[in-house]
């Protein structure tokens, strides 16, 4: 049978492979649109309605030059409309490198027998938060291989010692996961400590090429990491992000695939992924692929934008694996989060110096090592919004609550004013003169341009007991 959204309102479909790769090509392999059709679908985006499964299949069927242009044009007016200027900043951190899989695309992988192995203890975990608040980080995602010494029991103890560090004004509001897929207990165990969104990455949603990356270990089981997050969702773990690893398959494929994941969510829980991320393959140490499927800038732009366009209201995450040249280019086009400051190296936070990559000590190659001042600091030059909001997590609207906030728009009159108030910490504890200078005029812009919307005398008066020392102010 085919899957359709509808057969999982029926509670036995719930945790069942969803994905019907022969469903997927039936829609990528129709005649090319016609260009009235593409628009129309275009049009039913900006008025914020997700896309099917064939409305995405014509957009990525559209070649034309013209109408490729048109997409991305649409897709940068949908982000405007939904998240305004606004980039949400975040740092990963490694806690381990420990694994029992053997993925032919990653460092890590268990054959690598020159990958160097650690896990961060308590106190160098402690000092590498130490050193990621002082550089003004406020949300983190901690990584971790698959490994038995990586249980839900620890990963939970892990994200509570984090959450306990406080430097000077610094403290780590958000600690998102990525990591293995638990059972339904082991999600328990890991949401009571107060994370924030759980990430796992299908890396390539067709079954049959699937078996060929993931050789050995837990994760070469398809329908296990396939079902992750229903589990998630059968715990109460409702902030879950997908993604997909560019370069494994046919891109065209893992777009379809990543709608249809949203598509399975929202109708089996009633709300859909709170991120979805699109890495590209780099580099690694035993990397083992033949480079058939790597995506190319063109098709990056294009997919990022086909997404924006088939999931209006879910956040797109764009990493480090980019050089700075590539993610200026792509974030006009969908992106509403970005890394900053970023170091692969398990302990390298703490360092005092930079040190060149060792792909036998990371998982694989980033591409944009700059500092997260100098990111800041090109985001504000773009015309940008630096933000490190926490507040939805922290005042319970996420999962089914996000989307009555998010859905019709309403998320603009908090997400602009909290970020005005974290950009103004960043601007009073961290910032350099030059970058603090650029900030504030920032900040003064957004004001005048909120005033036409919402009353923004109270805005007004929490940066000015920012000014004075105040903290963790938000709406």
């Known amino acids: 049978m085919k899957f359709t959204p509808e057969v999982c309102r029926i509670k036995d479909q719930r945790m069942k492979p969803f994905i019907d790769a022969a469903e997927i090509w039936e829609h990528l392999n129709r005649p090319a649109p016609d260009k009235q059709g593409v628009r129309d679908i275009i049009a039913k985006s900006l008025s914020k309605q997700r896309l099917s499964l064939a409305e995405t ?45 053997n993925c032919r695309y990653c460092g890590f992988r268990a054959s690598n027998k020159e990958a160097v192995r650690k896990t961060l203890d308590d106190m160098e975990i402690i000092h590498e938060v130490e050193a990621l608040e002082d550089n003004g980080q406020k949300r983190l995602i901690l990584v971790y291989g698959e490994h038995p010494q990586y249980d839900a029991e620890y990963i939970a103890h892990t994200v509570r010692l984090v959450y306990s560090v406080k430097k000077g004004p610094g403290e780590i509001r958000r600690v998102n996961i990525n990591a293995a897929p638990f ?35 837990k994760k070469a089981d398809y329908e296990y990491r396939l079902t992750s997050l229903d589990r998630a969702q ?15 398959y046919d891109w065209r494929f893992e777009v379809m695939a990543l709608v249809r994941h949203t598509n399975h969510l929202e109708a089996c829980y009633n709300v859909g992924p709170h991120t979805i991320s699109f890495p590209r393959m780099q580099d690694a140490a035993t990397l083992d692929m033949d480079g058939k499927y790597i995506v190319n800038d063109e098709e990056f732009v294009r997919l990022i934008a086909i997404l924006r366009l088939a999931v209006p209201y879910t956040g797109l995450i ?8 590539v993610r200026h ?12 400051g970023t170091k692969l190296e398990i302990g390298s936070y703490s360092e005092s110096q930079n040190q060149e990559q060792d792909l ?70 961290y910032a350099p ?3 603090a200078e650029k900030g504030w005029k920032m900040v003064e812009k957004q004001l005048k341009e909120l005033e036409n919307s919402q009353d923004t005398n109270e805005i007004r008066s929490r940066i000015e007991q920012i000014k004075l020392g105040k903290r963790d102010l938000y709406f």
Not at 329 to 334: A, I, K, L, S
């Open 329 to 340: 280019e792509v974030m006009q086009y969908g992106v509403s989060q970005i890394d900053g």
């Open 433 to 435: 003169e030059a970058t």
């Open 57 to 101: 299949a014509t957009l990525i069927n559209a070649t034309d030059p013209e109408l490729i242009e048109e997409i991305k044009n649409g897709a940068r007016e949908l982000k405007k409309r939904v998240y305004g200027n606004r980039i949400v900043l975040f740092a990963p951190l490694y806690i381990g490198n420990k694994c029992t899989n």
């Open 234 to 248: 059968e715990a109460g773990l409702d902030d879950v992000g997908i993604g997909a690893l560019f370069g494994l």
């Open 360 to 429: 036998n000590k990371e998982q694989f190659k980033i591409n944009d090592d700059r500092s997260l001042n100098e990111i800041i600091e090109e985001l504000l030059e773009n015309d940008y919004m630096p933000s490190f909001c926490t507040a939805c997590y922290r005042l319970g609207r996420t999962g089914e609550h996000f989307m009555e906030f998010s859905v019709p728009g309403f998320i603009k009159r908090f997400c602009g004013p909290n970020a005005l108030l974290t950009l103004s910490e960043y601007l009073c504890d």
């Open 183 to 217: 059972d339904i207990e082991g999600f328990r165990i890991v949401k009571d400590s107060g994370i924030g969104t759980y990430q796992v990455f299908q890396e390539t949603y067709h079954p049959e090429v699937y078996k060929q990356y993931h050789l050995s270990g």
């Open 318 to 325: 764009l990493t480090a694996r980019e050089n700075k040249f």
